[in-house]
């Protein structure tokens, strides 16, 4: 109780210890506190507010470890799924933001000073400018004043000075930007003006420090994308502009290829119903002109046959494939796409080595942002990307090697049937060439 007492007493003295050494500075102390309170105010009064806005993706992905019975829907589905990665890229990438600075105008932005700090108009501007060609439009350093005066206005600038005056609403080539200005509403004091230069630089210097693309879950395919903006209008516009344009392409995308596919389908179906009915017609004609029934040799030799025919018809369309895989290996730098494809192979190897190629080129994309060529880590990656394509198209080689092997082996297998049917009496062996066309 007493060690209690005293280590209480000697705590109250260290307070009060503290009290007389603080108390003579206090009202320096509260003079820089107040200070401090005051600057700090008058930093974030001039310091524009930042707004997020965002919008949820569902994107379709591979799924490698799906088992599939259907090997025609997976080779005709493999173009429209692609990994997650490689759709969040893609989001990000200069052609798609391009498209949606088209929609959402960076161009030129549009302030007024009021209690000497700089507010931006955006839609509230009482001018719009309309430029004749964007891609030629240059950035400048600073803010550009635009001072109305009677029947028009003259641009002003440090570096340039005051210009002539201008005119509202005709075609004019100021020292800035070359286009129309037109006045929306009246107004009396200056206007400033940003220019940002062209859809590359506002790409390079606004929208991808600003543009957040992330996946919401590691176990879900959902894709966040947001963006940051000083006017929450413009934020909510340039993410609904962006996500309108990713739609619309895969869209595009996707009818292209279901619109090959029904073609190559259309033309299939078309040659496979003639050859049908033509069998179908010739095996009735001899059925009614000839009393034949097949043997138990010569009907098991049939249906071993036909079962020969179908899997070779398999194998061919394989080996096409195959070669369509390889080739689009060699021209193409996303492999994604074959994943489907390979699935149905159980190459479960080069499955793997397109997951990784898809990390390293992630990687490339990345490192390529920020650093030059010559960057080892950069070097490193690539060449680490050339050995695993390299691989993935060794693997590929090997698998079409294996289903031209299979397909001679099961070759040599129907020869031996087709010699067992050759020896059959003439009008037996016609029924069963008959059926077999039919069958197949």
């Given at each position: ?31 820089i506190t107040l200070l401090m309170l005051v600057l700090m105010k008058i930093f974030l009064y001039f310091v524009p507010f930042t707004y ?98 009677e029947n028009g206005f003259i641009l002003k600038s440090d570096a340039l000075g005051a210009s002539s005056i201008f005119p509202y609403e ?10 129309r200005v037109t006045k929306q509403s009246d107004f009396s004091t200056p206007l400033y003006l940003v220019l940002n230069g062209n859809s ?241």
């Amino acid at each position: 109780m007493k060690a209690t007492t005293k280590e209480t007493l000697k705590d109250e003295n260290y307070i009060i210890e503290l009290f007389k050494i603080v108390l003579p500075y206090k009202w320096s102390i509260l003079f820089i506190t107040l200070l401090m309170l005051v600057l700090m105010k008058i930093f974030l009064y001039f310091v524009p507010f930042t707004y997020e806005s965002f919008a949820i993706l569902k994107v379709k992905v591979n799924n490698n470890q799906m088992k599939t019975e259907d090997f025609l829907r997976d080779s005709i589905n493999s173009a429209s799924n692609v990994g997650i990665k490689q759709e969040m890229l893609t989001l990000q990438t200069y052609k798609i933001n391009k498209e949606a600075l088209e929609k959402v105008d960076f161009s030129i932005q549009y302030f007024k000073k009021q209690n000497y700090r700089f507010e931006e108009l955006y839609q509230d501007s009482p001018i719009t400018i309309n430029l004749s060609n964007k891609e030629n439009l240059q950035t400048f350093k600073e803010k550009i004043e635009l001072i109305p005066v009677e029947n028009g206005f003259i641009l002003k600038s440090d570096a340039l000075g005051a210009s002539s005056i201008f005119p509202y609403e005709s075609e004019i080539e100021t020292p800035y930007f070359k286009g129309r200005v037109t006045k929306q509403s009246d107004f009396s004091t200056p206007l400033y003006l940003v220019l940002n230069g062209n859809s590359r630089y506002i790409y390079e210097k606004i929208i991808r420090k600003r543009l957040i693309v992330t996946q919401v879950d590691i176990d879900a395919n959902l894709v966040k994308v947001a963006f940051q903006d000083s006017i929450p209008k413009r934020a909510k516009a340039y993410v609904n502009a962006l996500v309108d344009v990713y739609i619309t392409l895969n869209l595009k995308n996707k009818d292209n290829t279901n619109s090959k596919v029904i073609t190559f389908l259309d033309r299939q179906l078309a040659a496979m119903k003639e050859k049908l009915e033509k069998s179908e017609t010739e095996l009735e004609k001899y059925k009614s002109l000839n009393r034949v029934e097949p043997t138990v040799k010569s009907k098991d030799s049939f249906e071993k046959l036909s079962a020969i025919d179908l899997e070779l018809s398999e194998l061919a369309l394989k080996e096409k494939l195959a070669k369509n895989l390889i080739t689009f290996v060699r021209n193409n730098r996303s492999l994604d796409a074959i994943a489907p494809t390979l699935q149905e192979f159980n190459d479960q190897s080069t499955i793997r080595n397109i997951d990784k190629l898809g990390d390293l080129q992630q990687e490339e994309d990345e490192l390529s942002i920020e650093f030059t060529a010559q960057y080892p880590k950069l070097i490193s990656v690539r060449k680490q990307i050339k050995r695993v394509k390299n691989k993935i198209l060794l693997n590929i080689k090997n698998l079409r090697s294996t289903l031209i092997t299979k397909r001679k082996n099961l070759e040599k297998e129907k020869l031996k049937y087709e010699t067992i049917l050759k020896e059959l009496p003439k009008q037996e062996k016609n029924l069963v060439g008959f059926q077999r066309d039919y069958e197949v």
